[in-house]
DNA sequence: AATATTTATTTGATATATCAATTATTGATT
DNA sequence: AATCAATAATTGATATATCAAATAAATATT
């Protein structure tokens, strides 16, 4: 076995473990920075209610694709938002089946309050990484997607 | 705002996504992998028990270090493993806050008979990745940890 | 030695993840 | 129109994550 292969080894054994922490570490990092600003709402309710502003009329299927959620875990994240009062819910007239979601203007204040937050947040976490790096890492994360699938 | 900064912006907001969506995507895959070989195990399990085998003595705080969980969450997975035998917990003499932690027989088997799919799976979700892509996937992730500390 | 502090683990509460099963509704088939 | 199949959302069960509080034991302090 060669050197190269050797280090290979190692590196795709710690990989994943390295990636669970990195992702993991940001979530208490932000969540941290959100609660130490008083807001109470988690990362994850954010970003459904952001996923129904900028697509008014979205199925709730149709945000769990798009935040990468089961669509239990959607319906139990929108009980909780409507609970909190950041969004309203219909039984959708053209499809029963479905439901109508809105922010309300709390919601949207929320919204709107938090972003600045989570674009420093975002800043802080990728600061000193080259944009090079970060196309790298974009590009093998998106391809371990593939290769998964 | 010149275009290699716009671009970083983009970039900036998808990249925590789309880490939280390869490792998602790694886990559903493996996980399935796993039951689908007959395997009742999960991820998180066969990671603590194998961070006993490989740490003899290892208390459970030195455990969620070692797999960076929680003490608590540390706490439930060894419950459900001492549940379904494949551990096995005294109480530690020398500091009976402590536990002593033993893998029995049956854990030993199914880490041993799980591992080698493991690595398939890690060589299958790495594919076509260069090793050099790879290195910089490692040490952009750990930048981010180290920026979010 | 008695008290206070620190440390290891557990427990409770709440949120999310995952899979399977169920319900309600819609659309397709006969 | 009645039946069947497909779809959207919910619910139940179980596992894990996170924080805070509680418990129990060890160590340090007076």
Redo the contacts between chains.
Sequence with gaps: MTQ?QT??EK????????????????R??AQKRLRDNGYKITIDQWLIIKAILENPGISQQEIGEKV?KDNASVTRIIELLVKSEYLEREVNQNDRRKSNLKVTVEGKRIIEKVHDLVLEN????????L?E?????????????S???
Tied chains: 1, 2.
């Design positions: 190269n280090q290979m590196l795709k054994d710690i990989t994943f473990y390295t990636m669970d922490k990195a992702i993991r570490t940001y208490i990092f990468f975002r800043k802080t976490a990728l600061a000193g990484i944009p790096e970060l196309e790298i890492l974009n590009k093998t994360l998106k391809r371990i997607i290769n998964c699938n």
